[in-house]
């Protein structure tokens, strides 16, 4: 079932207003880079840091965006979302800002640090089974109950918008670039991306990395249709999405992206890289896509690579535990 709710395709025109909206309130977050990684690796590289975004990742663009431009009407009645956590604090967060009532769908097993930052940000969070139950079916019986607008985490245009920001910030700081590797989910912050990347550096090819756990948008692009999945087992909680958002499908069916794959194991060693090198504290997630740089290092030598972390959001122990294992 779809979730978007128009089917207006957002353009790189929408990612430069959304820039404008966003002026003041997101945080225009560092580039950062590490000589030792650029040895390792054989490239430039150089990260997008939305760990350091508010609500700790850059669900937050996407979220004031599209909240910024509700009407009075569903300004008053409130928002409803479902997140596995970042697009959750983003909402709740951005809502708060705008004095706009926010309730949250959230699974039952969401990094408990997630949950209670949503509702210190003021959201009311409602709790399901993300391997039984449907979140979609949740938030639109709660939209339809109680009178709320139901935004997606991915599949809508201001949220791809918001999203695609940061890579247009990227461009604008380091200039054109050779490659640009993007954590994948539902694909809203890869399709925005895109819309950046074809704008600002036409040669620069974009990949996509997504859990190896659940390469449903890998699938989805090769097949020229949306692939759904079982509920993905993997690390990365901001990743593990059924199936890919119908407007992120059709901006990147036509000139479809490369898309890669990372283990566990992968994101963990990844995860090390960000702590010991660039002193960041990056979730399984938002390590996707240095994953997916070491993946394929050998044709990327020489290259000037950029990387988008895409959040921060993980349990202090957990976060411990993880960077302990051998």
Known sequence: MSTHLTDDL?????????????????????????RLVDEQLGARVVFKCENLQRAGAFKFRGAFHALSRFTPEQRRAGVVAFSSGNHAQAVSLAASLLGIPATIVMPYDAP???????????GEVVGYDRYTEDRLAIGQELARSRGLTLLPPYD??????GQGTAAKELFEEVGTLD???VPVGGAGLLSGSTLAARALSPGCRVHGVEP?????????LQEGRIVRIDTPETLADGAQTQFMGELPFRILAPEPPEILTATD??????????????KLVVEPTGCLGLAGVRGIADR?????????????????????DLLGQR
């Open 10 to 34: 957002p353009t790189y025109e929408d990612v430069v207003a959304a820039s404008h909206r966003l002026a003041g309130h997101a945080h225009r977050t560092p580039v950062l880079s590490s």
């Open 112 to 122: 408990a640090a997630k949950v209670a930052a949503t509702k210190a940000y003021g």
């Open 156 to 161: 809508h245009p201001d949220i791809i918008a």
């Open 179 to 181: 490659a640009l590797f």
């Open 212 to 220: 190896a756990a659940g390469d449903d948008v890998r699938r989805s």
């Open 265 to 278: 194991a992968e994101l963990v060693a990844e995860m090390r890289t960000f702590a010991t090198y660039l």
């Open 300 to 320: 990327l030598r020489g290259r000037r690579i950029g990387v988008i972390v895409s959040g921060g959001n993980i349990d202090l122990p957990r976060y411990a």
